[in-house]
């Protein structure tokens, strides 16, 4: 058994009084079909509507998530609004301008279910700025420590994960390594300690870049909670840990890749100057999903097809598709893609073992259902289709 990149430090570092032994998912021999898909049945059992109210109208969703038991957040038109669940418009969040109690949000917002609140990168200023769901400015953030760039990958409760970048890692060409110490690192947003510090296995690494341009924004850290427990990732590696509160944690899966494959250090290269053209070409694995029961891989494929990957923690099955999922539970709409931070139609965002999908509303009536929703039109809100994954 091979344990990729940073599993054997981690484990060292925290040493289980039993032993455990985490599950490998090989994937390596896998044999990829062209249009594969899977069906909804096999992960879900039943799919529900929410139906939004007109009094905002939305443009591309960048995000749907609950906020607490009786309402959830859309971001949207570079605002965030509130609705209620079952698709009452209650309130925006901030407005868009440069005043204090205003933001102007480019990207995704991430939000605090636990501690009610909402973080917003305010992308004319160099700090977060922290709304809570009435609209109430609770605080912000610094975007900069020192020469650290901080970005912000999620929260665990009352813990915040920062993924960190140096600020001016390409100002030496010749040599180069955008990340420090640690890749990303925990603190508590109320006393600020820091309580885990994820281990860089390239800290000491560096290479020539060609593009002294080139600058890194967001993070690679996939992370998210499921069965009462938190989970983490970082993309182009290949171990999944699940933790309570960063001082347990534990790896949970490996993933067994084809080679040659672009792992973290490869990636790290081909994206930012030095491109690794041995294996950029081949296998990449990106995003990761890991909900109450199923683990989702996404990967790139010989560097132009996208393929899925699903495993059943249950069964142990593997199932691979490019990206639909056929609805064959009420035959009403397909899911094109189940990953959020892709552009496209019917992406989803999943909470609470549930994937909530936008549906275009001219979609809808292209199909001929629109008879399913009472006045809808070609001006109407995305339809919100929920779909309760089994447990």
């Known amino acids: 058994m091979i344990i990729i990149n940073t599993s054997v430090s981690v484990l060292a570092q925290n040493k289980q009084a039993n032993s ?132 912000t990958a999620g929260y665990a409760d009352n813990l915040e994960v920062i993924w960190l970048v140096k600020s001016n890692w390409y100002a030496n060409a010749e040599k180069c390594n955008p990340f420090t110490k640690s890749i990303f690192e925990v603190r508590n947003i109320e006393s600020k300690e820091i309580v885990y510090k994820h281990p860089n296995p390239y800290y000491n690494y560096s290479y020539k870049i060609n593009n002294k341009g080139s600058s890194y924004t967001g993070n690679d850290v996939c992370m998210g909670r499921s069965n009462n427990s938190y989970w983490f990732k ?77 495993y059943d923690t249950k069964t142990k099955k593997l199932s691979f598709f490019e990206s639909k999922i056929i609805n064959d539970i009420d035959g009403f709409c397909d899911i094109e893609n189940i990953w959020s931070t892709q552009f496209g139609s019917d992406k989803a965002f999943y909470a609470d073992n549930k994937l909530y999908v936008p549906i275009d509303a001219i979609k809808i009536i292209d199909a001929g259902k629109a008879k399913k929703f009472p006045g809808l039109t070609e001006d109407s809100n995305p339809i919100i289709m929920v779909v309760h994954l089994k447990k």
Do not use: W
Request: proline share 2%.
């Open 234 to 310: 970082i993309k182009d590696m290949d171990t999944v840990f699940t933790t309570t509160n960063f001082k347990d944690i534990k790896v949970k899966y490996i993933i067994k890749t084809p080679e040659p494959k672009l792992d973290f250090l490869a990636n790290m290269k081909h994206r930012y100057g030095a491109l690794d053209r041995s294996k950029s070409q081949y296998f990449r694995n990106k995003e990761t999903l890991l909900t109450e029961r199923y683990l989702f891989l996404d990967f790139l494929f010989r560097g132009f097809y996208t393929y899925n990957c699903c």
């Open 20 to 151: 455990y032994s985490p599950t490998i998912i090989d994937i390596s021999n896998i044999k990829l079909v062209k249009d594969a898909t899977i069906k909804l049945s096999d992960i879900a059992d039943s799919v529900s509507y929410i139906t939004l109210s007109k009094n905002v109208l939305l443009g591309e969703i960048g995000l749907i998530k609950p906020i607490d038991d009786k309402h959830f957040v859309i971001f949207s038109n570079q605002t965030v609004y509130r609705y209620t669940n079952g698709g009452k418009y209650v309130n925006r969040l901030f407005s868009s301008g440069r005043a204090a109690n205003e933001a102007v949000c480019l990207s995704q917002p991430i939000v605090n279910r636990e501690r009610n609140f909402i973080l917003v990168d305010d992308n004319v200023s160099t700090y977060n700025k922290m709304f809570s769901g009435d609209g109430k400015l609770l605080g912000r953030n610094d975007k900069t420590r020192e020469t650290i760039a901080l970005y």
